[in-house]
């Protein structure tokens, strides 16, 4: 009865802990879950052995869809963007409200485009600024049952530079290629705090306006395929991915797999 009751009390704090809008707290509430599966092991076997191999089962979660989906997943050699309409309101909300704070910005809508690819589809929503050369992305990634979306500022230097800014919420699923220097704003809570962050990478990284190239919708659109695509066989050379069975296709490589699991757990610790 007593074990039922400690059991009962962590389960009950650690709920209460992520009720709060404070990160440390939450992060704790998460420990206390792992925690209260420890105990429920422990307290049902008698082993601690038990006990930590049930609270090491979260962790072990990640797996699941790595195993059973990721790895069998054959994607396109070279992306090709097309001209789409936006995703449903139902699907997107707040396509419309990202879309008038970079408007408000200075930014001038260029073109709706996306890349598709059973299990997988990428909107991106593209705006650009002519007055310092700055590109401005709405990006709406889905796979099934999973969707989420981010926004991303890039600017492009005449030496083949690309740095960019975002507050994609999660780790990246390949390694970047040279030349692209990233600035994660996570919890940015408006454009104009990307705005900022990217204006400081700039001022890091040297680059004035006389630096950057400036851009037409159609070197815009071209920029994000070969983007991709050098990412992608920048990758393949360091063994993440491998070619797939079918032709001008890649896949994940065990290698792949691993770097794929080590960032998820990355994203279980910062997201918790």
Not at 219 to 236: K, W
Request: charged fraction near 20%; aromatic fraction near 10%.
């Amino acid at each position: 009865m007593i074990e039922l009751s400690l059991l009962l009390g962590v389960l009950l704090l650690s709920w209460g802990l992520r009720t709060f809008d404070h990160a440390w707290l939450g992060k704790l509430g998460a420990a206390g879950f792992v925690c209260s599966t420890y105990l429920a092991g422990w307290f049902l076997t008698n082993l601690h052995a038990v006990g930590a191999a049930a609270a090491a089962s979260w962790f072990l979660l990640p797996w699941v869809p790595l195993l059973t989906r990721v790895r069998h997943l054959q994607l396109p050699l070279e992306k090709e963007l097309n001209e789409c309409p936006p995703p449903r309101s139902d699907r997107f909300p707040l396509l419309g409200e990202f879309s008038r704070e970079i408007e408000a910005a200075g930014f001038n809508q260029v073109a709706d485009v996306a890349w598709e690819c059973p299990p997988l589809r990428q909107f991106f929503r593209v705006f650009y600024r002519p007055e310092d050369r700055q590109q401005a992305i709405i990006c709406f990634y889905e796979q099934e049952p999973a969707a989420f979306a981010f926004v991303a500022l890039t600017s492009r230097t005449r030496d083949g530079r690309i740095l960019r800014t975002w507050n994609c919420p999660f780790s990246d699923s390949l390694k970047n290629q040279p030349g692209l220097r990233l600035r994660r704003i996570p919890n940015a809570a408006s454009f104009a705090d990307l705005e900022t962050g990217h204006r400081d990478l700039l001022q890091q990284e040297k680059v004035s306006l006389e630096d950057c190239v400036a851009e037409t919708p159609a070197t815009q659109i071209q920029g994000i395929e070969t983007e991709s695509d050098q990412q992608v066989a920048h990758n393949l050379k360091l063994g993440l991915l491998k070619p797939g069975t079918q032709p001008g296709t890649f896949r994940y490589s065990g290698k792949g797999l691993l770097y794929l699991y080590r960032q998820s757990i990355i994203d279980m610790v910062r997201l918790s």
